[in-house]
């Protein structure tokens, strides 16, 4: 829902008394927000005598206020991936999601779930998250899916670091936490997708 501040600014006119206090409440609708003015007897007399007006007037956030939203995004991505490379070096382990060692799926669920994010606890559940990012689409803190085996499914994923590296819990030759490159090597023609957990406005990486 779009925040919207309400300010009452006054009732216009000379010697307005301080008995003539107008209520103003306000309610949304299909068609957009709709305000209500009630005041007493008293009010509607002055305002009758002296030609006074009641003005209300409604202000949306200021642009600083909405990048709010943007600042946080890239303090919880930061936080996501700090938390991931605090993990460099756990050792993998089958079924397993931490906190000392994990499995592909069990290490993104791990992650996210330190940082308050719920996610699927499967590799193919979290490729569902959201719609497919190509990879000249991924940002920081997206998580990436692979199909290591070239069977038509997703059975591996990991969190894009940027500047074309994820990190991820292998079974290959690390057997641990470790940060691989989507570019060349092994996982360059495995990786299928990324999906986005935290909604953000910037720049690929």
Same mark, same amino acid.
């Not at 209520?23 to 609708?29: C, F, P, R, V």
């Not at 030609?51 to 202000?59: G, P, Y």
């Not at 023609?189 to 986005?196: A, S």
């Given at each position: 829902m779009?925040?919207?501040y309400i300010?009452?600014?006054?009732? #216009?006119?000379l010697g307005?008394?301080?008995?003539?206090?107008p209520?103003?409440?306000?309610?949304?609708?299909p068609?957009g927000?709709?305000?209500?003015?009630?005041?007493?007897?008293s009010c509607k007399?002055?305002?009758q005598?002296s030609?006074?007006?009641?003005?209300?007037?409604?202000?949306y956030?200021k642009?600083?206020q909405?990048?709010q939203s943007?600042?946080?995004?890239?303090?919880?991505?930061?936080?996501?991936i700090?938390?991931?490379k605090?993990?460099?070096?756990?050792? !993998?382990?089958p079924?397993?999601?931490g906190?000392d060692?994990?499995?592909?799926s069990?290490f993104v669920?791990?992650?996210?779930?330190?940082?308050?994010i719920?996610?699927?606890?499967t590799?193919?559940?979290?490729?569902l998250?959201?719609k497919r #990012?190509?990879k000249?689409?991924?940002?920081r803190?997206?998580?990436?899916?692979?199909?290591?085996?070239?069977?038509g499914h997703?059975?591996?994923?990991?969190i !894009? #670091?940027?500047?074309?590296?994820?990190?991820?819990?292998?079974?290959?030759r690390?057997?641990?936490?470790?940060?691989s490159?989507l570019e060349?090597?092994? !996982?360059k023609?495995?990786?299928?997708?990324?999906?986005?957990v935290?909604?953000?406005?910037?720049?690929?990486?």
């Open positions: 779009r925040i919207v300010f009452f600014i006054a009732i #216009l006119g307005a008394s301080n008995d003539c206090i209520t103003i409440s306000m309610h949304y609708t068609k927000v709709e305000v209500d003015i009630s005041y007493d007897k007399s002055y305002i005598k030609d006074a007006n009641i003005t209300v007037v409604i202000t956030p642009e600083n909405i990048n943007s600042s946080n995004d890239t303090t919880l991505i930061d936080n996501i700090a938390t991931a605090s993990k460099l070096g756990s050792p !993998y382990n079924a397993h999601a906190p060692s994990f499995d592909c069990g669920y791990y992650v996210f779930r330190q940082n308050g719920k996610i699927p606890r590799s193919r559940g979290q490729s998250i959201s #990012l190509n000249d689409e991924i940002k803190g997206d998580i990436v899916v692979f199909d290591t085996a070239h069977r997703i059975n591996h994923s990991g !894009y #670091l940027g500047n074309g590296k994820f990190i991820h819990a292998t079974s290959g690390a057997y641990s936490v470790t940060i490159n060349h090597g092994f !996982y023609d495995k990786f299928r997708w990324g999906v986005r935290v909604s953000k406005s910037q720049k690929p990486n």
